[in-house]
């Protein structure tokens, strides 16, 4: 509850003292509405557990649905605003002589049509005037909406039906006062229509946000398209309904993400009166290319754009730009591979790398692997795979392998890849 809030159910419940005193007293309440000398008595309404109090002035009289303790102040501040109408509107229904007639005082004062709502508080109050006597038993014709009591006052010319309708439809009922106890005697009969509008729905999803594939430098956006009254939206990191970490800021159908280093997950809580609806988890996964690579790499270098295509060379040392991205070299500066070496020794072949690992930009989500090949002639270009070599996930590590010499030629050959991590 914010400080308004607050406020305004600090003065509601000053109100209700006001009322309750100015009953009590009879005086009071002369500070609302001049000079209206005012009567009242009280009863319990205990089948919707509302505390009713009756406050009766000659022919008009007003019926004042207090509800008091039980209900949040939100909903007490709605009561007695309704209440202070109702009292403003004393005088012109004191006004009111001559013929006998039931009116409608709350919720659409003097109209025959009752607007409510599925799922919200109904206080329907009509009153009778003009009559002669003082109406002492009241009766409902027709069939109630589900959800809505009779009040049934008795000796009182104001009557009421109340309760929470659950139906949505338009209802017609007609309401009678009796001159006598028991629904006898000379009796004025008024129909009313309760519309029943639809209650307020939660929020649905139509469109979840997609997970997707990005790049440690891209930017993405994540979208999602809801329905219903008065949305309104926080994003969060992580599964969905995990609300430990709300992204600060993150208040609409959509959002930005920066470049990530890393896998995250991202969802959405949309809410309103009626309630929230919690998005599926959109996976982002980061697997970078050549692409961001290269835009990170030639990043600081002042370079031609052409220059940084994957076919170029940019510091001309033989290897292309992509070539340098799938080794792990500097595309800027010029490369020597100091580190494979080949020899003879000891009648063993031996032959040595260093590997390198993927990270940083431009390999976040992949591993750089290792296989070593040999042949025995070149001339057919019968390339074997060097069975206990293969695939070497690169960590900075060295690699040696050593054979023994035979007779004839013997070649090897290293091939490097980029692949998702396994
Ligand atoms: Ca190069
Ligand atoms: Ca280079």
Do not use: C
Request: charge should be negative; glycine fraction near 8%.
């Amino acid at each position: 509850m914010d400080t308004s809030q607050e406020k305004e159910a600090s003065e509601a419940a000053s109100l209700v003292e006001e009322v309750a005193d100015a009953t009590r007293s009879g005086s009071a309440l002369m500070k609302m509405n001049r000079s209206i000398p005012i009567r009242k008595y009280g009863s319990a309404f205990s089948k919707a557990g509302l505390a009713t109090l009756i406050i009766n002035k000659g022919t008009a009289s007003q019926l004042l649905v207090l509800e008091a303790r039980h209900l949040s102040s939100v909903a007490l501040t709605k009561v007695i605003k309704w209440t202070t109408l109702s009292i403003a509107g004393l005088g012109t229904y004191d006004a009111v002589s001559g013929a006998t007639q039931i009116t409608q005082i709350a919720p659409s004062a003097g109209s025959s049509t009752v607007p409510a709502k599925a799922g919200e508080l109904l206080n329907l109050v009509y009153q009778i005037t003009g009559a002669p006597h003082r109406a002492r038993s009241w009766a409902v014709i027709g069939e109630l909406p589900e959800g809505l009591t009779h009040l049934n006052s008795t000796n009182s010319n104001t009557d009421g039906i109340t309760g929470i309708p659950t139906q949505p439809g338009n209802y017609r009922i007609s309401v009678r006062a009796y001159k006598n106890s028991n629904n006898s005697g000379y009796n004025y009969t008024k129909t009313f229509t309760i519309e029943v509008a639809p209650g307020a729905q939660p929020p649905s999803i139509s469109t979840q946000p997609m997970s997707l594939i990005t790049t440690s430098v891209s930017e993405e956006i994540l979208k999602v398209i809801a329905s219903g009254n008065g949305l309104e939206y926080q994003w969060y990191k992580g599964n969905s309904g995990n609300t430990s970490k709300p992204i600060p800021g993150a208040n609409s159908d959509s959002l930005k993400i920066g470049s990530l280093n890393e896998d995250t997950n991202y969802w959405v809580r949309v809410s309103n009166d009626s309630g929230f609806i919690d998005s599926d988890t959109a996976k982002l996964r980061v697997i970078d290319n050549y692409g961001a690579w290269a835009s990170e790499t030639f990043r600081t270098a002042n370079i031609v754009p052409e220059m940084t295509e994957p076919d170029a060379d940019a510091d001309d040392d033989g290897l292309t730009n992509e070539r340098e991205y799938v080794l792990g070299n500097s595309p800027i500066e010029q490369s020597i591979d100091a580190e494979t070496t080949l020899k003879l020794q000891n009648s063993m072949i031996e032959f040595s790398f260093q590997t390198e690992p993927a990270t940083g930009k431009g390999y976040i989500g992949l591993e750089r692997v290792y296989s070593l090949e040999k042949s025995d002639d070149l001339s057919k270009g019968s390339w074997m795979p060097v069975e206990e070599y293969q695939n070497i996930i690169g960590e900075g590590q060295k690699i040696t392998i050593s054979e023994s010499a035979t007779h004839g030629s013997k070649y090897y050959r290293l091939t490097v890849k980029l692949r998702e991590k396994s």
